[in-house]
């Protein structure tokens, strides 16, 4: 499968929404493509280089695990500046890349394993209720809100959504994407808010 990247200083999780703005000639020419054939691109961190493009710039590596991301919402308030709502769906690892002659990176790709639904354990009940409130707390229609409907009840959707609100490194981020065992994320997730002191009592 091969698909246009777009390489950035953010993570997209399977299920999230991620605001962008685009002005860039080369990813403005990939979201026509994208709205008219409905068609999805990779989002992946940069490992190395520079988000935009430019003379003396080094272009950006991304990591070889990122999302694919469709477009869920568009505006265009401003004259060459599209708005757009990234809406997360498929992890995938990425084979191998090369730049076009307008500068957009293409990849080809191979989708991960789907994180199957699985029940939060009762070790990381407390989880649940802070992850509700937080998104009661975010603006109601805010462009990073978690897509209904929600779905406390699954570890993995859970993982997911508390790394994107975590406040931790980028790198940090991708790990939690790369990782396969739900359970394990929701793990490391708990140890981190534990020893922060920011876990609801039991």
Known sequence: MIIPLFPLQSVLFPGGRLPLRIFEQRYMDMAKVCLKESTSFGICLIAS????AGAGRKPAAPHPVGTLAHIADWDMQQLGVLEIIAQGGERFRLLRRWTEDSGLLRGEIELMTAVPVLPVPGAYARLVPLLRAIVEDMEAGAPNAPAAPHRFFDAGWLGMRFAEVLPIPLAAKQ?????????DRLEIIYRFL??????PDA
Do not use: H
């Open 49 to 52: 280089g520079e988000e935009v």
């Open 175 to 183: 790990k939690l994407l790369e990782l396969d065992d739900s359970i």
């Open 194 to 199: 534990e020893s922060k002191g920011l876990l």
